[in-house]
């Protein structure tokens, strides 16, 4: 190919899947008394079995026992969301509002959590109290993310990926580590999993689901 074709050429990537990653000295105040409240909920309830392989998964009304410290990490959650979304048909009468699940997870090493999406919400976040490497940084116990295109893309030819933006080729799945103090937002259709760590300690996140819920306001006369 010439010189002049190949400055035809160009790649414009389509599709691409939002995740949002937060850090704020809001959320760094929040991990101590929310990690409380967590233990002494784990203490008073058995949890229940949802997407966790092991481990201990809260009931999802953790604003109701964790108090002020869970709607300080919700606002921080939907501010996160809100300011990424672009609202392309506005209606004068309605205002956007959310409805919320949250609760907790804690897995000791070995523990994890199957692959799963979160039908009927919009977005959905997970805020991390603890990785369970004794304030070490984490080596494993990664959240996998993975492709929604998955496995169309990669039924024929597994080993030949396309370029990303970055031009690196684009895998199946992202597995990302998190530090304490992060919030990660992403869509709630995405699936995504976390794998089992290897710590001497438990490691202990906090989800939210938002489900978009509109509110009717009558115009001013």
Same mark, same amino acid.
């Given at each position: ?46 949890? %229940?079995?949802?997407? $966790?392989? /092991?481990?201990?998964?809260? @009931? !999802?009304n953790m604003r109701d026992w964790a108090g002020a410290d869970a ?31 949250i609760w907790a997870n804690v897995n000791a090493a070995g523990n ?16 991390? %109290?603890?990785?369970? $490497?004794? /304030?070490?940084?984490?080596? @494993? !116990? ?79 006369r």
């Amino acid at each position: 190919m010439s010189d002049a074709q190949d400055r035809s050429l160009s790649v414009e990537h389509l599709f691409s899947t939002p995740l949002i990653r937060a850090r704020h000295p809001e959320l760094d105040r929040l991990v101590e008394p929310l990690k409380a409240a967590i233990y002494k909920r784990k203490q008073e309830h058995p949890g %229940v079995t949802r997407s $966790n392989q /092991g481990g201990w998964h809260s @009931d !999802g009304n953790m604003r109701d026992w964790a108090g002020a410290d869970a709607e300080a990490l919700i606002r921080v959650a939907v501010d996160a969301v809100e300011r990424h979304l672009h609202n392309t048909n506005p209606h004068p009468n309605l205002r956007m509002g959310w409805n919320i699940e949250i609760w907790a997870n804690v897995n000791a090493a070995g523990n994890a959590n199957a692959a799963h999406c979160h039908p009927g919400a919009f977005a959905s976040a997970v805020f991390y %109290v603890d990785l369970g $490497n004794e /304030g070490k940084p984490a080596k @494993d !116990g990664h959240i996998l993310l993975q492709d929604p295109r998955f496995p169309l893309a990669f039924m024929q030819q597994p080993g030949i990926l396309w370029p990303g933006p970055n031009e690196k080729p684009v895998e199946s799945q992202f597995a990302l580590l998190p530090s304490v103090g992060e919030l990660i937002v992403f869509p709630s259709w995405l699936m995504h999993s976390v794998k089992a760590h290897t710590g001497s300690g438990e490691r202990i996140s906090i989800a939210i689901n938002l489900s978009m819920q509109w509110q009717y306001q009558e115009s001013p006369r």
